[in-house]
């Protein structure tokens, strides 16, 4: 492998699917930076690498495309080299090597020491977690844990990320600081399941502690917690989010369904009644909390009734932020030994329903927003609005504000306090005072 003909070439890296993609590409792209490489973040350069996404049918469909159309752009002379990595790679290497030859090397989710080499570059322990942030300045994703445990029966994710793994406090923290440092304001702390952290390394669950360490930070202002898992929610939490302002009311708990018989065939440890107890203990201890969540319809053996009562709860519970996915037949998981029984078109038409429903909901909810004045922080300029996020709205998933012009200068990553004027489903509209 002859490393110094890479030399000087640009490193493209391209990020496909989720948030914890995101991160790896940028520890990716942060190893390049140290070891001297010019590495750009889906951009133009001689060697692309793409980091992959193998989660769901669209997802590995997006995925495949974008090396198919990087393998042409290689076949067309336009790329030197082609590398691919993350979660498809390391689920379907063989088949992807045979199917797709062009690429000059595939590489698992765990092998950034080996990719890096391919790249020219040496693997670097000291950097403990920097990277190249490719969201705007003022907010980064802090992976906390890596893989999962549990045994969801629609979830490839183990397969692609292995045993659950959480990564010490004290390196978080670090992390954290240095982030803190380049003028990050919001730690988006991620992981496959938030909840289960420290239950390896520490033999209790220690979200609670790391988030009393990471509120001890000066210029961190926001943390949120996204992908909370329902069954063993650690209820310390709930007290240290109601306690710390700078812990946004705010948190991301997919349920997947409220059904108990297809919870039980999900494998996802918990009831309906269970759920709801959870909820309501959100609501109780975090008055006003935002909560987000994500469900999926058509699982196999999902009976039309058994929706409309996931229907019912929907309307009943009022999310204030939530995604619906369609059901996805993933080989190698519990549920694939299982019949596949909802057809498409019908699992799509649920999924659109389940939409509608909370599409009105959060129309309400904004609604009842109007005349009220929130602390936003402003993410970016766009035509004749500023776009910002209160603390109940997460990046790209969750709504905006959008701030008419005024006078006063502003600039991305500043806090400021808008009046309501109006609102849409998804969306709310005012003025800075
Ligand atoms: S908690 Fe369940 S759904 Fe989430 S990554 Fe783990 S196995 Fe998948």
Known sequence: M????????????????????????????????????????????????????????????????????????????????????????????????????????????????ILLKHLGADYKHELVGERLLTTPKHYAYLKISEGCDRPCSFCAIPLMRGKHRSTPIENLVRQAKSLAKEGVKELILIAQDLTYYGLDIYKRRALGDLL????????????????AFPSGFPRDVLHIIKREPKICNYIDIPLQHSNTRVLKSMKRGTTLDRTNALLQDFRQMVPGMAIRTTLIVGYPGETLEEFEEMKA?????????LGCFTYSHEENTGAYTLDDDVPQEEKERRAAEIMDIQAQISFNKNQEKIGEIFRVLLDRKEGEFWVGRTEFDSPDVDNTVMIRLSSKELKPGEFCHVKISSATEFDLFGDLI
């Not at 590495?39 to 690498?49: L, N, P, Q, T, Y």
């Not at 090597?97 to 090397?105: A, F, K, L, S």
């Not at 001890?216 to 949120?224: H, T, Y």
């Open 2 to 113: 002859r490393t110094r003909s890479l030399g000087k070439k640009k490193i493209n890296i391209i990020t496909l699917g989720c948030s914890k993609n995101i991160y790896d590409s940028e520890v990716l792209m942060g190893q390049l930076r140290a070891n001297g490489k010019d590495v750009v973040h889906e951009g133009k350069g001689e060697i692309v690498v793409v980091n992959t996404c193998g989660f769901i049918d669209n997802a590995k469909e997006e995925s495949i495309n974008t090396i198919l159309s990087c393998a042409k752009a290689k076949r067309n002379g336009t790329i030197e080299k082609l590398f691919v990595t993350g979660c498809l790679s390391e689920r379907y290497k063989d088949d992807l090597e045979r199917e797709i030859p062009d690429v000059d090397q595939y590489f698992g989710t765990q092998d950034l020491p």
């Open 212 to 227: 009393q360490s990471l509120t001890k930070i000066k210029e961190i202002e926001w943390i949120r917690l996204h992908y």
């Open 313 to 321: 709860w929907v309307g009943e519970q009022e999310f204030d932020r």
